[in-house]
């Protein structure tokens, strides 16, 4: 069977949290903290995703835009800034498997 949607999304939040645990200085974490710290971020970014689709609603669009997620962003007090710092000191990765056009 291949791997659904939802697999494809769990596997490359374990590997952002492995990037974050290694660049916080940590060396070692257990598959169960990995698998329950993804759980928690997927929720956390399905969260901001349906705030960000209320925010393009209320605008009374049918398509978000950059600025309908940093609305929310700012609105739960996410400091934008050390998004852009982490950014440009992170190697970006990529993608395993081809993704189409949103």
Request: proline share 4%.
């Given at each position: 069977?291949?791997?659904?949607?939802?697999?494809?999304?769990?596997?490359?939040?374990e590997i952002v949290i492995k990037r974050?645990?290694?660049?916080?200085?940590?060396?070692?974490?257990s598959r169960g903290?990995?698998?329950?710290?993804?759980?928690?971020?997927?929720g956390i970014l399905e969260k901001y995703g349906e705030s960000t689709r209320l925010f393009m609603e209320h605008a009374g669009r049918t398509k978000p835009i950059v600025e309908d997620a940093v609305a929310v962003l700012k609105l739960?007090?996410?400091?934008?800034?050390?998004?852009r710092d982490y950014a440009k000191h992170a190697t970006p990765?990529?993608?395993?498997i081809p993704?189409?056009?949103l």
């Open positions: 069977m291949p791997p659904t949607s939802y697999d494809f999304a769990i596997h490359y939040l974050l645990i290694e660049d916080q200085g940590f060396h070692f974490i903290a990995i698998k329950k710290l993804a759980g928690i971020l997927r739960k007090k996410v400091n934008i800034r050390e998004i990765e990529m993608v395993g993704v189409g056009d």
